[in-house]
């Protein structure tokens, strides 16, 4: 009964591998290239940095971050317009701000040891970008690990910052019924890619209590019921 094309749950902090299915098929991601976009700016951006919402970050297709022309934040705001809703505009935003930066999300993901990744844009928008269930669970381990921060703000039900008088609130789309087990992660949608998540879950496995579990899916056609 599951849908996902490719999919694999495993423990993020052992490695055990609990359940796959085609985990090495190169797919299209979508918007959970987000999770490699955050992971640039925290290594790369000034978290106080001012960024202005500009025309080309506006004009990028889809809203769901209700970012307006000249709107100002400091860079670490942005992450959360863009993790927990999946914020286009924020994206194209931190790719102004940093030069050749795809070159850098490509050269993160080689280091991180991504062998079957490449990202052609920020948001996950093109069909190029493209991973495998594998890969994704490297890379998110290495955020568990590394870059907690990341899944930290992703977990969040909502958000809110007050700037140049104005109020901005985000909520989670990726998981917002979040019982507690939602431990961080993104999900994406695109035509080509269908439904993905890559995420990690707070997984009761016996009587000593929860267990970190990473759970990737890529072309699901219902990311909840798988």
Known sequence: GLSAVSALAADVETGQILFEKQKNITRSIASVTKL???LVV???????TRLVINEQA????????KLRLGDAFQAKDLLYPLLLSSSNDAATVYTQHVKDFMEYMNKKAKAVGLTHTMYKDPTGLAPENVSTAHDLFI????IYRHRKEILNISRLPA????TDNKLHAW???????NNGIFLGGKFG?????????????GITMSEFGARPIAI???GSNDRRRD
């Open 139 to 142: 890379l998110i381990s290495y």
């Open 216 to 218: 990737i899916l890529l």
């Open 189 to 201: 949608f695109t035509p080509e890619a269908r439904q993905t998540l890559a995420a990690v879950f």
């Open 42 to 48: 925290v290594d790369l951006v000034d978290p106080s």
């Open 58 to 65: 506006v004009d990028t297709s889809g809203d769901t971050g």
């Open 171 to 177: 909520r989670n789309n990726t998981w917002p019924d």
């Open 36 to 38: 490699m976009t955050a």
């Open 159 to 162: 958000y809110a910052v007050a």
